[in-house]
């Protein structure tokens, strides 16, 4: 029974491996086939959108796929594939490391 539950894990690991290639690979394909002003357009949508939800409002990972994109339950994985999660962490526990820290100034001064 191990045997076979080892078969079924390691046939359904490497399914996800070859969609997430394949879909990764289409999205490279898109973003390639969009002009300058529309990868620029793009650009600022999605970074003005993680900033909101990372910086602005401090939401969850899910709030900001949720609700500040937009997106439904299929975005979570999309978004751990394409690395949206580990930014999110790295802005969520920067900030959390440095709001009561002295060593940064954000002022500009």
Known sequence: MSEDL???LNELSQTQAEYEKKYDEEC???WNGLSQDDKLMAFYSVVKRVHENDVKVRGTYRYGLYHIFGFG??????????????????IFDGMEKNKDSSEFDFTGS
Do not use: A
Request: aromatic share 12%; net charge negative; with cysteine.
């Open 6 to 8: 080892d078969k079924i």
């Open 28 to 30: 490279e394909s898109f």
């Open 73 to 90: 339950p299929v975005s979570y994985g999309i978004g751990m594939m394409c690395g949206y999660m580990d930014i999110h962490n790295l």
